[in-house]
């Protein structure tokens, strides 16, 4: 009699932990997990300016941070655009990355070419197309619009290196 109350009492004990362990660690396991499963944004649209403010057949560079989450960590990024119109009607809006690794290029004026100083890419201004070195891809372009007056463009990062444009979070 005695053994089968102390076999009770352990298997009451054991029970007892196994649910206040329950009622205090699922909480806390939803609570630690939930930002994984937060929907990173992949797209988000970037006020540009007046469309009329930009100077037709020469490109004009924007840069804008961007709150980035990653998972538990917000952190500042610092994203570029280089904006062409021939008209300030139609544009096109590149992404800043250089297709082959990701550097940041510029505007060579004397030549009218895009240059990626890594490892000498060069890209045509009114279309992107690679003119010289290793990058596997023309400059990615980016989704616009104008509204009331105002130019937007749809910004999103590429995968570097690859044929194919891909985008990525
Ligand atoms: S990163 Fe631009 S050419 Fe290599």
């Known amino acids: 009699m005695a053994l089968a109350r102390r076999t009770f009492f352990r298997w009451a004990t054991g029970l007892g932990a196994f649910v206040s362990a329950a009622?205090?660690?699922v909480p806390s396991v939803r609570a630690f997990l939930a930002p994984l499963a937060r929907k990173v944004k992949r797209t988000s649209w970037i006020k540009l300016g007046e469309a009329d403010q930009f100077e037709a057949?020469?490109?004009t560079r924007?840069?804008?941070?961007?709150?980035?989450?990653d998972a538990?960590?917000?952190?500042?990024?610092?994203?570029?655009v280089w904006i062409y119109t021939d008209d300030n009607e139609k544009f096109t809006v590149y992404n800043a990355h250089c297709p082959h690794l990701a550097c940041s290029y510029g505007f060579e004026k004397e030549k009218g070419v895009f240059h990626c100083p890594c490892h000498h890419g060069l890209f045509e201004l009114k279309?992107?197309?690679?003119?010289?070195?290793?990058p596997p891809?023309?400059?990615?372009?980016?989704e616009t619009k104008v509204e009331d007056g105002i130019l937007y463009a749809a910004y999103q990062d590429f995968r570097a290196g690859v044929a194919e444009k891909v985008a990525v979070a």
């Open 23 to 25: 009622l205090v660690g």
């Open 57 to 59: 057949g020469a490109p």
């Open 62 to 69: 924007f840069d804008f941070a961007e709150s980035v989450n």
């Open 72 to 80: 538990w960590v917000e952190t500042r990024a610092l994203r570029g």
């Open 127 to 134: 279309t992107g197309k690679v003119l010289g070195g290793p």
């Open 137 to 142: 891809r023309a400059l990615d372009t980016l």
